[in-house]
């Protein structure tokens, strides 16, 4: 990263709209490859949680003097295990604590085992106007494996329920790359995607992470690491099949039918303010990073606690024991410049010239020069008079791209 000092910093303020994440931290089984700060076996803290969470989002609309939202994500966890209910008497709190925008995307997270048709219609009524469902897989040997608590058959019923019920934007999270997963398995997999014509596709290569039960097995040899190359053909196979099928890939892992983007996750990617509600969650908001305590049973005590009007203060101390905020970074210029690089070259689209321009003072060029060259001359990117994105190659090789600009000594 060059010379700095001609940077003048004008990140997008959190007056002009945010997205709005609300983490619920409950599961009914927690799978053995998931490192997310998720729980089972703690529903008898679920009414606790929700009189904090109401009160955390009631402060911070106070605090924040009631901003636009634009979005609205309800995930985990497990939003769908919650009694439906509450999804509305969250929906309600933020209603009356923000000014949501029309038409805000309101997506939440479901469960395939959860969704009933009574469930179903509860949850449009609540205002939630897209769900995202993780089916991750149609093989249900493969389901087992992942520790899943649905079956193929029943996934696709619940998509079938929920389309029924009026919801016209459906997504689908699948992974890849699994464990003993063959190249059959995958296609057949896509294949029955395909038949319910879902509306918007995530799809994530299974990781092993550490302090896992999955990991546990592979490290006493009960299964063995994913094979990468494996991953990779699927990962192209997907990106055929899907394109014939009228999807559009936007971002490394999403792809769309046309319009139907995740606007939320839009946020995320353009380094656009959003603010977290629940424990875990993260935000960044007038320049700060920042995220609540982890524990749901710590996040609701502090909040019954501590909490008073005024406690929460984006501009000034927000740390415990004044609220729910673990910790807080500063977001200087250059982890600003390095986020909206290693963000926004997940899309598809890239990341502007005239944005980043436009929000830093300098051109791309002048802050990466070397590191923008180099990438060029090995073809994992490209660039127009518009643009700075990924190839056809660098998608597959995102990493050691995403390196060039936030690694040891650029920021």
């Known amino acids: 990263m060059s010379n700095l000092a001609q940077i003048v910093h004008n990140p997008p303020v959190y007056e002009d709209g945010i997205g709005l994440y609300v983490h619920v931290p409950f599961c009914e089984t927690k799978c053995p490859y998931c490192d997310f700060n998720t729980y089972a076996g703690i529903e008898a803290q679920m ?8 009160d955390e989002i009631n402060g911070w609309g106070r605090v924040l003097s009631h901003p636009p939202v634009r979005t609205i994500f309800l995930g985990g966890g497990t939003p769908s295990y919650l009694p439906a209910h509450d999804i509305d008497r969250i929906h309600a709190t933020i209603g009356q604590s923000f000014d949501i925008e029309h038409p805000a995307e309101i997506t939440m997270e479901c469960n395939p085992g959860d969704v009933t048709a009574e469930r179903a219609n509860t949850w449009l009524e609540s205002g939630v106007n897209r769900v995202s469902m993780g089916a991750q897989s149609f093989d249900d040997e493969l389901l087992s494996m992942l520790g899943r608590r649905h079956t193929a058959a029943e996934a696709a019923r619940a998509f079938q329920t929920l ?50 039960p999955l990991a546990a097995d592979v490290s006493v040899g009960r299964y063995s690491m994913p094979d990468d190359d494996l991953a990779a053909d699927m990962y192209e196979e997907a990106q055929r099949e899907l394109s014939a099928n009228g999807f559009s890939q936007y971002e ?20 656009e303010p959003y603010l977290g509600v629940g424990p875990g969650a993260h935000s960044w908001i007038d320049g700060r990073r920042f995220w609540n305590l982890k524990s749901p049973r710590r996040y609701t005590t502090v909040i019954s606690n501590s909490y008073s009007e005024g406690a929460l203060d984006p501009v000034g101390s927000m740390q415990l024991p004044d609220g729910p905020v673990e910790h807080i970074e500063i977001t200087t210029p250059e982890i600003d410049i390095a986020e909206t690089m290693m963000m926004g070259m997940r899309l598809n689209e890239g990341v502007s010239l005239e944005r980043f321009k436009k929000r830093f003072g300098v051109s791309m060029d002048e802050v990466f020069p070397q590191e923008i060259s180099r990438l060029q001359s090995i073809g994992l990117v490209v660039l127009t008079d518009k643009v700075l994105g990924l190839s056809e190659r660098g998608r597959l090789l995102g990493n050691e791209v995403f390196a060039e600009f936030v690694g040891e000594g650029k920021v």
């Open 47 to 54: 009414p606790d949680y929700l009189r904090a969470l109401t």
């Open 252 to 271: 490394i892992s999403n792809w769309s039918q046309p319009g139907m983007e995740s606007r939320h996750n839009l946020i995320y990617w353009h380094n």
């Open 163 to 212: 389309r029924s019920a009026g919801f016209v934007n459906l997504s689908l999270d699948l992974m890849y790359g699994l464990i003993n997963q063959s190249f059959a398995q995958w296609s057949n997999t896509l294949d029955a995607v395909m038949s319910l014509a879902p509306d918007h596709i995530s799809l994530y290569s299974l990781q092993v992470e550490p302090g896992t």
